[in-house]
């Protein structure tokens, strides 16, 4: 199916909107037809361009997030440092209630279907873990990382800890945490250690 | 509200045709009609007893998970032997394609029900998480794990970077997946080197 031709104008006020809701309401309760009021068309309109709430949001979201060249993590030469501010930040995200809505909301539409949740990983979330991983290349680059580490599974090592106590609430979602996590990290990427002991 | 008095066969009866039926067909698909025909009682019965098809589902895995002192782990004195052992078997669970799904559909509930959450967490997530703990906690009185670790951070080091995984369909799900993991984690716990690097 082709996709069929947007007007830029139109596009624009509808992710505006749709953004703008989304901080007024919680995402469950926001509707098409808010967005198309907010945005003044119609709402055949989103519902020509896009094939559900969910995938408005995605593309508000990455539309809002800008280039992936935006995303590049700080690098002030101390790793630890720059992964505290990422961590830190990606911490107070999923403790924020509002926020947290969002995510969830996202999470349970991508849990249900395939196709947004490769746009939410490909568009969204790729490119964020990508500035992380690059951050983590300059570190090693610098002496910080041990050559053997998998930078993928690094990146993972970093997140995956936040996305488990989240999804489980099973813990508290603090700058303490994320701390201990960055440090925890560093430790499993440290250069110092011998990598002997980790062979099989 | 009380909860209404239940029938140890019929419910005994339920829950074994729920896991049936979910062996049988995919979540979205199983209904509480089905459950209800092959446990030979009337659906009202499962209504009265359980709010939603997800609470049903919940205890029947937790029925068959047993007593939470059925999960400890094996000690065979090899730390990393034996964390490779349940991370290899947590990935596999992971990477099938049914028990995903049925992974997936719990998910989906527990992000939109708090209590279903709460219930999931505390019975069925909780005790296994908890018996790693134990493995790890085991591990540092051994002396195979550094003095300064929380264990409880550690248990996310290890499953948290798999749910990432898995949610964001981020990367294979192998054995050699859980090893590496594993690896990186146990170089994150190892207790030869020092702590005072990661210190503030």
Redesign the interface.
Known sequence: MTAPRRNERSRRAILAAALELLSETSYPDLTIEAIAARAGVGKQTIYRWWRSKGMVILEALVDSAGEPGDMALPDTGDLRADLRTVLRATVAEFADPRLSATT?AI??E???DDDL??QV?DQL??PQ?SAVRERLRAGRRAGQVHES??L???V??L???????W?????PLTEA?A???V????????P??S?L??A?
Request: glycine share 6%; hydrophobic share 45%.
């Open positions: 969830r999470t349970i991508t849990l249900a949740a490769e990983r979330l790729r873990l580490v998998d993928d599974l690094a993972e090592l997140f995956g800890p936040i996305y488990h106590r999804l489980l609430r099973n813990g945490y701390d201990d996590l440090d925890l990290a560093m430790a499993a990427m440290a110092g250690r990598r002991e980790a099989p």
